[in-house]
């Protein structure tokens, strides 16, 4: 045995048992968990709570005072409120016409991917680089490019005589949201792609070779061993994507705002305009409250109809 | 020079429908020097005693004592113990010689000197050209290798390993059994060998300690446990293939020698001590496969049988006989000129019958010629 | 469907799915089965690959251009003079490359302005999730700490939390306690949307680490602590990485968040400040735009490009900025 005492330089004896101290389970505790427990409570339970709080009262952002109005403000938005409504409905088709592209196109350009290619390493980089371009980056781009006097699209569907002459894009109130869910959906394809990659990257090949064998055709190769095994991966995307597009704030004020005649005035911009336009703080927590449990419902009743495999339930 | 004296060992885990006991009372001393092996099922609580000696668990009650100095709330980095795990646990982002170096590393020994020890310890175990490698990449008789070199530099007061060898194939396996016993006489040091493999139990050790639902059915030197197994447990859970149990009744009983008949075939043998039958009791008669010769002729031999199944095992042969009371084991020569269907007699070695009680499983009595020396029950 | 009946022996059919191939396989032979082999199966298994490839290469460019042709317009469009960036028939390359957007856009706006606190912003993010996502994520899978999947769940469910929405509670809670206006309160508010993923991908990574690296170093000697550095750590790396990318992705093209906390000019970060400075009164400065959107779009360039296997293996559990 070596003689630790001995050998060991009093900073060594110093440093060995600062890590004694910090090895204690009250320490390893204070440092992993607590900082984090302390962090969501300060900033993800202490708002949602303080919001829920809010949402019973008259705020406005220049006054201090806090004036109890109990559940006028729910029974306002949910019983006199037609605009409410609307723009609930406005993201929803939002969100169906998102997840749509999202997953069609998403699943199709993994599908792409998982062959192999030259150059594949670049067109994987391509093909996952929107996924970190801001949003707000897009949406600008997107104004310059989509602009109805020179931009390049208008005037590359004009030569190539798709269309007669140019258009403003975000101008017609019947096709504005879409037109902003398609531009979203440059960005965000890329989740489902990366997800469904994954997942087809970890289905054994063996399992190919044997309807191969079996003699199952490439079409029956997709339908049953791809597809069941995308079923779970899938299932989640729809839901995360779901909930996110509802949400979408970014993308659309910076194209439409509220859009030609409200017709992009979904419910969050609403939301955000009762808070910051007409200031009326409880008003907006009240909207937020609402959303929050309409769309929890919404994914519990989505969760629980589907029945998941094991495998796509949280942890 | 450095002993293990566990007492009362108990280790209980609340899982959710109450308590789980995972070791239940265990007495266990270990010599220095000795290599001891703890086996049984899997779920018998042997790796949660090797755990608990390694200070990796906190035993519920019952103390663990090096040299008779009580270190049960020692932590596992002061109880100077090396360990072997079952995934050999070699550190990914670490080359092999820093794997190796780590335990020095921790202990604050300098630089070229724990490289020096390193490169010394992985010459010992022949993997010194391996140093600068990374355990990924190498093979998994390798991996052992590098694993065991990095318990050996930590010059421990005991070797703890928790079913190393499980994951290597037959022959890598014969081959590391070796190593790890080379190291073992090498170095001196009690080694706790903890397996699920009976065979590798027998083979390795001094002792051998079975497990059985927490509890230990037996201690033992590996001839004792097979000769002379404490139950039917241990008799069924050593040796392979297992023993074939008939039933035989106690026909007289005179001071220690008693006479049991199994279909109508009679055995003389001697009672063990403190075990008590009467004639007319039903007992367990347990015939080892290795102590029956399989005969040609149906009626020369105790019983007779038609052969189902021959499987050649190297140079010998498993067969199962359609027997007295359903399925029976045999071994014999691979080259023995039997066909399946065959009728065929069975020879039965008397000196190497064991009876056991038929409700609590005790061993009663042996066959009266004893070939083997006795040893200690515990 | 399938018509390679002549591979099947009986009963084959039976064991798949779907609608199984109504011929008479008894008295079936291979010449019967000539007129129902499509045009497909007459080509030579060459061909037949040639013309599969070519479909598929045709995809992956046309994907790959749909993609990169819009970054690249942004990219080059930023280097043309006033002139060529609003006209009708731009030329594909600059014909004059200039950088006169750049000089205006860091010596006379207040981008830089922005460019600050984005930057402060992003590094106090940066630091604050990840720190505590790898903290929070080892401490949640190696110590038994009571309520802890219940902790997990909840975490994970806020995740669900639209930034919107989190962003109207936090600015009546920020400007009751002064925090409107400050890096601070922006660095909590976009950590808040990024902790709860890492923290989650943190705590599904050191699920995967193998607890036994860590006893075995104590066994060695090390104190927990030690194991921890000195093992679990750098093993984390990868995830780690990952984990800093994606708040980095978050933090540096937040926008919401920053559009509601932040209101003074002054603390307005690229994005808002882009559209603030560049987009005011109905007359677009595109140079300016297209100048801040390049230098915007720089670090997500250069992740794509050496970070992709760590960034990848974040976005795959789900995380979107």
């Known amino acids: 045995m070596i003689d630790v005492e001995t050998v060991m330089p009093i900073s060594r004896a110093r440093r060995d048992r600062l890590y004694e101290f910090l090895s204690q389970r009250r320490m390893m505790i204070g440092f992993t968990v607590l900082p984090v427990v302390l962090l969501f409570t300060l900033i993800l339970a202490f708002p949602i709570l303080w919001a829920v709080a809010a949402s019973f009262h008259d705020i406005h952002a220049f006054d201090p005072e806090w004036h109890w109005v109990g559940l006028e403000n729910y029974v306002h938005y949910l019983f006199d409120d037609r605009v409410f409504w609307h723009s609930l409905w406005l993201s929803a088709s939002f969100a169906a016409v998102s997840v749509a592209i999202h997953v069609v196109v998403g699943t199709a350009v993994a599908l792409l991917l998982n062959h192999t290619f030259p150059f594949k390493k670049f067109v994987s980089a391509v093909l996952f680089l929107p996924f970190l371009i801001p949003t707000a980056i897009l949406g600008f781009g997107i104004t310059y490019m989509m602009n109805s006097t020179f931009g390049i699209v208008n005037w590359t569907l004009v030569d190539l005589g798709i269309m007669e002459t140019t258009r403003g894009w975000f101008g017609n109130p019947d096709t504005a949201l879409y037109v902003v869910a398609a531009v979203n959906s440059w960005k965000f394809y890329a989740l489902v792609t990366i997800m469904v990659y994954a997942r087809l990257q970890s289905i054994p090949s063996e399992h190919y070779e044997t309807a191969k064998i079996m003699g199952a055709n490439a079409w029956e190769r997709f339908r049953d061993i791809t597809l069941p095994n995308l079923k779970g991966v899938l299932f989640l995307v729809v839901l995360l994507d779901t909930i996110w597009m509802f949400f979408k704030f970014d993308i659309i004020w910076i194209l439409t705002g509220e859009g030609p005649s409200y017709s992009t005035r979904i419910s969050v911009i609403y939301a955000y305009q009762v808070a910051f336009q007409r200031t009326a703080l409880g008003d907006a927590a009240a909207i937020s409250v609402l959303l929050f449990v309409i769309v929890g419902a919404g994914a519990l009743t989505y969760f629980y109809v589907l029945e998941p495999a094991e495998e796509v339930r949280a942890e | 020079m450095s002993s293990i004296t566990i007492t009362d060992l108990r280790k209980e885990y609340s899982v959710k429908a109450g308590t789980e006991v995972a070791v239940d009372g265990i007495d266990l001393a270990i010599e220095s020097g000795e290599f001891i092996s703890i086996v049984g099922p899997s779920g018998c609580g042997k790796t949660t005693t090797l755990r608990c000696i390694a200070g990796l668990e906190i035993p519920t009650s019952g103390t663990i004592a090096f040299d008779g100095v009580d270190v049960t709330e020692v932590p596992a980095n002061k109880r100077d113990l090396a360990m072997m795990f079952q995934d050999i646990a070699l550190y990914p982002h670490m080359t092999v010689r820093q794997n190796i170096a780590y335990p020095l590393k921790i202990a604050g020994i300098d630089k070229e000197t724990r490289h020096e020890t390193a490169r010394e310890a992985a010459e010992v175990m022949q993997i010194g050209d391996l140093l600068d490698k990374h355990p990924g990449e190498l093979s998994g008789g390798q991996q052992q290798r590098a694993g065991l070199a990095r318990t050996i530099v930590q010059d421990p007061i005991a070797f703890l390993m928790d079913e190393p060898l499980s994951d290597l194939d037959a022959q890598l396996k014969i081959e590391m059994r070796r190593e790890i016993q080379r190291v073992h006489k090498r170095l001196g040091k009690a080694t706790i060998y903890v397996t699920h493999d009976q065979e590798e139990a027998l083979t390795m050790s001094d002792r051998v300690v079975v497990l059985n639902d927490g509890r230990i059915e037996q201690i033992g030197a590996p001839e004792a446990v097979y000769n002379r197994p404490a139950n039917a447990f241990v008799a069924t859970f050593v040796g392979n293939p297992s023993i074939n149990y008939l039933e035989g009744t106690v026909d007289s009983a005179r001071g220690d020698s008693i006479d049991v008949s199994v279909h109508g075939r009679r055995f003389a043998m001697d009672l063990e001590p403190d075990a008590r039958v009467s004639p007319g009791d039903t007992v367990a008669v347990g015939i080892r496969p290795q102590h029956v010769e399989v005969v040609a002729d149906p009626d020369t031999g105790h019983f007779g049988g038609v052969l189902s199944l021959f499987e050649p095992v190297d140079d010998r042969a498993h067969t199962t006989v359609d027997g007295p009371e359903g399925e029976f084991r045999a071994v014999t020569d691979a080259n023995a000129p039997f066909d399946e269907g065959d009728e065929i007699g069975l020879v039965v070695d008397e000196g190497k019958v064991l009876l056991f009680d038929d409700d609590t499983g005790e061993l009663l009595a042996r066959a009266a010629t004893p070939d083997d020396p006795v040893s200690q029950r515990p | ?321």
């Open chain 3, 1 to 321: 469907m399938s018509h390679e009946v002549d591979r099947e022996g009986p009963g084959h059919g039976a064991d798949r799915e779907g609608p199984s191939h109504e011929v008479d396989r008894e008295e079936a032979t291979i010449m019967d089965y000539r007129g129902s082999i499509p045009v497909w199966r007459h080509l030579r298994y060459r061909h037949r690959r040639l013309i599969r490839r070519s479909i598929l290469y045709v995809g992956i460019a046309f994907v790959t251009l749909l993609i990169l042709l819009p970054v690249l317009w942004m990219l080059t469009s930023a280097v043309r003079p006033v002139g060529d960036v609003i006209t009708r028939n731009p030329s594909l390359v600059p014909s004059t490359v200039t950088v006169e957007h750049f000089a205006d856009l860091f010596f006379d706006s207040r981008f830089p302005i922005y460019l600050r606190n984005t930057v402060i912003v992003t590094a106090g993010v940066v630091l604050l999730s990840t720190t505590c996502a790898t903290l929070g994520g080892y401490g949640l899978t190696r110590i038994d700490v009571p309520y802890k999947r219940t902790f997990a769940r909840g975490v994970l469910f806020t995740y669900m939390f639209p930034p919107i929405l989190l962003a109207i509670p936090m600015y009546i809670l920020w400007s009751n306690i002064g925090m409107i206006n400050t890096h601070l309160g922006l660095i909590l508010a976009i950590t808040a949307r990024v902790l709860p993923f890492s923290l989650w991908l943190m705590w599904k990574f050191f699920l995967n680490v193998p607890y036994s690296l860590e006893e075995s170093a104590q066994m060695a000697g090390a104190t927990r602590f030690q194991a921890f550095k000195d093992i679990a750590l750098p093993i984390a790396k990868p995830g780690i990485i990952a984990v800093a990318i994606l708040a980095f992705a978050f933090a540096w093209g937040d926008y919401t968040m920053a559009l509601v906390l932040m209101t003074d000019l002054d603390m307005f970060v690229i994005t808002t400040g882009i559209e603030a400075s560049f987009f005011a009164g109905g007359q677009i400065d595109w140079g300016l735009v297209l100048a801040g959107c390049a230098v915007a779009l720089i670090p997500p360039l250069l992740f794509v490009y050496f970070l992709q296997k760590y960034y990848v293996h974040g976005m795959s559990a789900g995380g979107a900025p």
